[in-house]
């Protein structure tokens, strides 16, 4: 059973920079496209960024030239760079497989921006 563990988030200001990490346990995590995913309150779920096994990214378009996805398949953890934050980007944010996000989801790692 894969077990995703999301950290690095934080409060932070308007402008400012966090960088989440996402380990991913008992799997085929190299071969896999990743994607992380975040959720407002009142709001359902989206997709922000993914990444291919090869390294090819995506974003969605509010965070586009913003944001970063990378990946270390030796320690199987995915990584989401987030610069120039503003207070819409406060959610909680998730790491799953790219597109269904067919693995059970962890817990999530609250990012919060605010004055």
């Known amino acids: 059973q894969v077990q995703l563990v999301e950290s690095g988030g934080g409060l932070v200001q308007p402008g400012g920079s966090l960088r989440l990490s996402c380990a991913a346990s008992?799997?085929?995590?190299?071969?896999?496209?990743m994607g992380w995913y975040r959720q407002a309150p009142g709001k359902q779920r989206e997709s922000v960024a993914s990444?291919?096994?090869?390294?090819?990214?995506g974003y969605v378009d509010s965070v586009k030239g913003r944001f970063s996805v990378s990946r270390d398949n030796a320690k199987n953890t995915v990584y989401l760079q987030m610069n120039s934050l503003k207070p819409e980007d406060t959610a909680v944010h998730y790491c799953?497989?790219?597109?269904?996000?067919?693995?059970?989801w962890g817990q999530g790692t609250q990012v919060t921006v605010s004055a």
């Open positions: 799953n497989t790219a597109g269904l996000g067919v693995w059970p």
């Open positions: 990444i291919t096994p090869s390294g090819r990214t």
């Open positions: 008992g799997s085929t995590f190299s071969s896999i496209s």
